[in-house]
């Protein structure tokens, strides 16, 4: 059998697997306790203390933004909306608890000078938590359309 460090290094994927030993209970004596147990399987068992949304957007003239998912594991459905010039709204379609919410938004337009940020969580209509997203020109200081790249991560607390 080979040495370990002889193997290249990889990246894993959700799919690859790996090798370990299933314990069973005491006095158990399994024919061979070595299995394959897949990375994703394993990463569900580590708990971050926390679950997360994460998306990208871009948006132009008075449209919604057109937002691509790269990851939501929070269980909850969210929607993101132009509200007006420069204004959008991300709001969760069921509850979360405001002080265990934590959101980092940042992007903007280069070309423009703008900046994206965000103008405070309140309760919406809907009674959930509303996060009104700015983009924001640098020298006027006046929301404006036109988002080039935008990226907004929302963690929920356990």
Do not use: H
């Amino acid at each position: 059998m080979a040495e370990i460090t002889s193997y290249p290094t990889a990246t894993p994927k959700g799919g690859d697997y790996l090798l370990g030993a299933q314990v069973g209970e005491p006095g158990d004596n399994p024919a061979n306790p070595t299995k394959k147990f897949t990375v994703a399987s394993i990463s569900t068992l580590v708990s971050k203390g926390y679950t997360d949304y994460v998306f990208s957007f871009t948006q132009s003239g008075a449209d919604n933004p057109i937002v691509t998912q790269l990851t939501n594991i929070t269980g909850v459905v969210f929607t993101f909306t132009r509200s007006s010039q420069g204004v959008f709204l991300l709001e969760p379609t069921s509850d979360i608890p405001i002080n265990k919410l934590w959101v980092q938004v940042t992007g903007g337009d280069t070309n423009l000078g703008s900046v994206l940020n965000i103008a405070g969580i309140s309760p919406g209509p809907s009674g959930f938590p509303l996060i009104p997203v700015l983009n924001t020109n640098q020298i006027s200081g006046i929301p404006q359309d036109e988002v080039e790249a935008g990226f907004i991560e929302l963690r929920i607390y356990s």
